[in-house]
């Protein structure tokens, strides 16, 4: 390849930045972003969330209700960058869309509340990011509210999420009004006036010596990510700000210290810096390691590819968006080039798909493009069996990268077209939806032949059937909401399933003795062959686990999912003309259904991290509605002001309607918030209350 053009690929990757802004509800999100798309020039006027006219929230329900309900992509330059940004959604009930955009992202930015600090929310999308390995950097909003605390949102980043938050940047107050922030790295003041350009000017003499002292802690965390600022500042020689620039950066590339920084959004305050602090700390895909993944579904050869666009194609879809002139596919590129028509393999059905359009999308508008590249984010028009985690790759060259996990729904309700006329359409609409939404799916009971819907929360299902009257022209009438209720194994159980037919002619001979113990806290099935010797071919062995896990799926008697379960298949007996696949298992069927009636089962439920904001006039109130409904109560906390902050775990069944409720406790003045948490043993005295409600109900069918 000619050097210059190679020089030209490799200085384009370097000037990209994908990226996505993450935070818990109401913190911000969209409001930065949408300042991000202003200061950059992408739009010519901000618009507002609680005028429904932000840019990034552009279904009619987002703006509706202020809120963000899917994630959204668009693009913009700033100093020479090129910046793709995802404004996410910040409610539990939309927390998918988190994932598949983390899972595509080079960088993050997490926005806190200066006020609430880290909340509910902002712990499980710091997780994600963890778990994807995106470096981040910090961005304290809302300086201007009453009760803002820089240091005490600091801190809280750093005790609740256990992440090591270095401020590089200081606010600078006048009673409740943003004045500007102290920059730590080149040692002045940025000064903002809304409206106008922010300026620098010398750090004001009250703050001089906060700021060195600032400073030095800056240093003094930075200075392990850097031997040459470590050797000039253990020397006690002057550390330059290209020095302590390249430390942040490195430290940050790592996922080791997190730059902080301040503003208020909503008041055109502290984003430019922010803006700066995405191009000099987040990284570039030439900054990411090549992804790895296997050769195929069958071949778990172990493949990487290279950001590089020389290599061949292999991108990665992680969002289908319903359209009526075709299906939008999101990918991420990681290498080689995608051409306008170009036909792709789709590694998880081995079929080849066409790329009909290529879009570059901004929101909901979209911008044709006739090739992507590595490093580039776009949607894809044509694609007709890609869901979201296939991998694209260039024929003849495949590589399988790794799925994307997604949560388990935990709430169902029934749902009916109120036109006879409509059922076509309604299973047509869920279809589409279950296509975009991982965490949304349908069923039709076998009994009742009801349709069932199942999300992550009453506000998911809400707008679920909002979309379904709203954009397919199906007006719907739900049912009560249920809880996602398991069960698992009361206690340990060792057990034989024996299935053994021999009358004469063909027979059936399968015997499978296993140990059955419950995994607390767990919500997989394991199996383990523990056989010595050849009592069973080995060629049987994955029919014991296949029928003693499709009896897990199914529920047994109360179709209620079995989990948590470990099987040790210990001994056994096999025949050698009898014996068949189908015997044994039948025999591992036998064998859970025989633990089952040794030790029982025990229920368990949802349970959901909750968080309480309320005055504390109302505390005891409050607190008293929540023992009544079950809540294990971890801590009370001293919030801004008056505010208390109840926290601890609640099982899902309790909380429906809880908006209400909590409204007329408090005068409207309470707000909580809930993140999926764990399953757990429902209560001996609600236990035969909920196995007798579900007989009946089955009865009822």
Not at 44 to 60: C, S
Not at 68 to 78: G, L, Q, V
Not at 546 to 568: D, F, N, Q, S, W
Not at 591 to 603: D, K, S, V
């Amino acid at each position: 390849m000619d050097p210059k053009v190679h020089a030209h690929q490799v200085a384009d990757l370097a000037a990209r930045r994908n990226f996505g802004i993450m935070a818990h509800i109401d913190a911000g999100k969209t409001t930065a972003s949408e300042r991000i798309l202003y200061y950059s020039g992408r739009i010519r006027k901000t618009k507002e969330v609680h005028d429904g006219g932000a840019t990034m929230d552009y279904m009619e329900e987002e703006r509706e209700r202020g809120i963000t309900i899917t994630s959204a992509a668009t693009f913009c330059e700033w100093k020479g960058k090129k910046l793709t940004l995802i404004d996410t959604p910040g409610h539990v009930d939309f927390t998918a869309e988190v994932e598949r955009s983390l899972r595509v992202l080079d960088g993050a930015v997490a926005v806190f509340d200066a006020v609430s600090g880290v909340e509910a929310q902002s712990e499980t999308v710091w997780r994600q990011a963890d778990r994807y390995g995106v470096p981040r950097i910090c961005f304290v909003n809302k300086m201007d509210r009453a009760g803002a605390d820089f240091w005490g949102c600091v801190r809280s980043i750093r005790d609740r999420l256990g992440a090591k938050a270095v401020p590089i940047q200081l606010p600078i107050l006048e009673g409740q009004n943003l004045l500007g922030a102290v920059d730590l790295v080149e040692m002045d003041a940025i000064m903002s006036v809304e409206g106008e350009e922010p300026v620098r000017v010398p750090i004001p003499e009250e703050l001089q010596a906060e700021a060195e002292e600032a400073r030095e802690g800056l240093i003094d965390a930075i200075a392990e990510y850097s031997d040459a600022l470590l050797e000039t500042y253990l020397e006690g020689g002057h550390v330059t700000r290209d020095e302590i620039r390249l430390a942040i950066r490195q430290g940050t590339l790592r996922s080791a210290m997190f730059p902080v920084l301040c503003g208020t959004a909503l008041k055109n305050k502290g984003v430019k810096s922010l803006l700066d602090g995405i191009c000099d700390y987040l990284p570039s895909p030439l900054d990411m390691p090549p992804v790895e993944g296997v050769r195929g579904l069958k071949d778990d050869t172990a493949e990487t590819r290279s950001h590089d666009e020389n290599d061949p194609l292999c991108a990665l879809a992680f969002k289908t968006v319903s359209d009526p002139n075709g299906d939008l596919t999101f990918v991420r590129v990681y290498s080689g080039v995608l051409h306008r028509g170009d036909e792709v393999l789709n590694t998880r059905t081995g079929k080849k798909e066409r790329a009909g359009r290529l879009l570059r999308m901004h929101a909901d508008e979209r911008e044709h493009m006739d090739r992507v590249r590595a490093g580039d984010i776009c949607a894809i028009v044509g694609m007709k069996q890609t869901i979201t985690g296939d991998t694209l790759t260039a024929l003849g060259s495949p590589i399988v990268l790794e799925r994307m996990e997604f949560p388990d729904t935990v709430i169902s309700m029934s749902i009916t077209p109120k036109s006879r006329g409509d059922r076509d359409k309604l299973s047509e609409a869920l279809a589409r939806l279950a296509r975009e939404d991982p965490t949304f799916q349908r069923w039709t009971d076998d009994e009742t032949e009801e349709t069932i819907v199942a999300g992550m929360g009453e506000l998911h299902l809400e707008i679920i059937a909002n979309r379904l009257a709203r954009e397919f022209k199906v007006p719907v009438e739900t049912g009560r909401p249920r809880v996602a209720f398991r069960q698992t194994l009361a206690r340990a159980a060792e057990v034989e399933g024996r299935h053994v037919k021999q009358t004469g002619g063909s027979g059936q001979f399968g015997v499978a003795k296993v140990a059955f113990e419950p995994i607390p806290g767990s919500g997989d099935f394991e199996f383990e062959n523990a056989i010595v010797g050849g009592s069973i071919p080995k060629e049987y062995i994955p029919a014991i686990e296949y029928g003693i896990r499709m009896y897990c799926e199914g529920g047994g008697e109360l179709k209620l999912p079995i989990v948590g379960v470990h099987a040790t298949l210990i001994d056994g007996k096999s025949h050698d003309v009898d014996s068949s696949e189908i015997a044994f298992r039948a025999a591992g069927r036998l064998a859970i259904l025989a633990a089952i009636e040794t030790c029982g089962t025990t229920i368990l439920e949802p349970l959901m991290t909750l968080e309480v904001s309320v005055p504390d006039e109302f505390v005891g109130n409050v607190i008293g509605d929540l023992n009544s409904r079950r809540v294990q109560i971890a801590e009370i906390a001293q919030g801004a002001g008056n505010l208390r902050i109840v926290r601890g775990k609640v099982p899902i069944a309790e909380m429906f309607q809880y908006s209400t409720s909590l409204r007329s406790m408090t005068q409207g003045r309470g707000t909580f918030s809930m993140s999926p948490s764990e399953y757990a043993k429902v209560p001996r005295s609600l236990q035969e209350a909920i196995i007798k409600d579900l007989r009946e109900r089955r009865a009822r069918r």
